[in-house]
């Protein structure tokens, strides 16, 4: 398997750690996730897969996260347990977490400016990408997505969580992947639904695809973080004017001309465009 760089840094990160006790090594998984604490267990399987167990993280806030599975006799060995404990590690830890929203989020503005690009040649609506997440399980209608990472975006002032699972995957290797080159709408979606554009696929803020039940704590930094943008303290350059935004201040000025006294003509460069 291809890691990217900041995989193997969070590789490296779970083998600084693991000299730790086992527990120690479960409680910093268990901060990433908003919690104190965690204990493990192996739960027998069924069916075709009978004779294996699988072995999670109880985590303190009610959730559980799925670390593997293998044979129930070695699944119940200290042997195994760490080995899945620390490939856990190098992926969620309070570090890696970090570093992530620092890599990805100036990714994701590039991509918002691209999207928005596209959204107006079709006459869709633009959006405003807000915040990076990771579902912490806090919010029970969203447990099947745990661990997952998803964007916090707003349309016309309408804040939700945008989940995808090529999103989460590159959120996870710190570097999105390239635009994609053709248009389409996204699965299960009709093209009268579509209202914006993210990773050139069209998408809709109304419908309950691709989205995840936002918990309180990401709603209020969402809302924080749409406000900042609005009033432009992110310390984010300005952008030029999308084409909708060209458009809207045309019609503007053409409503304007009906109203205003004509002026005498100067002979100046102030008529150039």
């Known amino acids: 398997m291809d890691y990217s760089e900041l995989q193997q ?58 670390i593997g599975n293998c044979r129930t006799p070695q699944a119940k060995t200290a042997k195994v347990q760490n080995e899945y404990v620390n490939g856990t590690l190098a992926n969620y830890n309070p570090e890696i977490l970090a570093e992530i929203k620092t890599r990805i989020v100036p990714a994701l503005l590039k991509r918002e400016a691209a999207d928005n690009a596209i959204a107006a040649e079709k006459g869709l609506k633009p959006y405003t990408f807000l915040n990076v997440e990771m579902n912490n399980g806090g919010d029970k209608e969203s447990s099947s997505h745990l661990g997952w990472y998803y964007a916090t975006v707003a349309v016309d002032g309408k804040i939700f969580a945008l989940v995808e699972t090529g999103l989460s995957h590159d959120i996870a290797r710190g570097e999105l992947s ?45 809302e924080k973080r749409l406000s900042e943008r609005i009033s432009g303290l992110d310390g984010e350059p300005q952008k030029r004017p999308s084409a909708l935004n060209k458009l809207a201040a045309a019609k503007e000025a053409v409503a304007k001309i009906g109203t205003e006294k004509p002026s005498t003509p100067k002979k100046s460069h102030d008529a150039e465009l």
């Open 9 to 66: 840094k969070g590789f490296d990160i779970a083998k600084r750690y693991e000299k730790l006790p086992l527990q120690d090594r479960i409680n910093i998984i268990a901060e990433t996730f908003g919690c104190k604490t965690a204990s493990i267990r192996t739960s027998p399987c069924t069916g075709k897969w009978r004779g294996t167990s699988d072995i999670s993280l109880d985590l303190d806030n009610g959730s559980s996260l799925f």
């Open 178 to 222: 390239e635009l994609r080159p053709y248009y389409f709408v996204a699965g299960a979606l009709k093209e009268n639904q579509v209202d914006f554009v993210f990773n050139n696929v069209g998408h809709s803020s109304t419908s309950g695809l691709y989205k995840l039940h936002l918990s309180d704590d990401a709603r209020s930094r969402a």
